[in-house]
């Protein structure tokens, strides 16, 4: 069971990064997959999540707009294309397995995580 975040990385308010989460295939082909982030101090959050075959996407609100998540099955790939990025999204991002086909906002439904990304927006 491996997933493995990539991407991150430094760059100026306003910009825009693509994270990618590489998947084995036995663990998430039929499950749905989520991104989280947590900044230095505070919870782990939800970012965004994708059904099993892509056609359900969810946002949290602070997102919702600039991010977008998208999945190839064929490669077990899952992206996070951030676009208009604030200081507030500062953060490390991770990816993560869901226990079902579709993606809630809850970490504990997810039971595979990345090793996470580092993202760090400056002002």
């Known amino acids: 069971v491996q997933l493995q975040a990539s991407g991150g990385g430094l760059v100026q308010a306003g910009g825009s990064l693509r994270l990618t989460c590489a998947a084995s295939?036995?663990?998430?082909?039929?499950?749905?997959m989520g991104w989280f982030r947590q900044a230095p101090g505070k919870g782990r959050e939800f970012v965004a999540g994708?059904?099993?075959?892509?056609?359900?996407?969810t946002y949290s609100d602070s997102v919702k707009g600039r991010f977008s998540i998208s999945r190839d099955r064929a490669k077990d790939t899952v992206y996070l294309q951030m676009s208009s990025l604030k200081p507030e999204d500062t953060a490390v991002y991770y990816c993560?397995?869901?226990?079902?086909?579709?993606?809630?906002?809850?970490?504990?439904?997810?039971?595979?995580w990345g090793q996470g990304t580092l993202v760090t927006v400056s002002s």
């Open positions: 994708i059904s099993w075959n892509g056609a359900s996407t």
């Open positions: 993560a397995t869901s226990r079902t086909s579709y993606s809630p906002a809850d970490y504990s439904r997810y039971n595979y």
């Open positions: 295939r036995r663990t998430s082909s039929n499950n749905g």
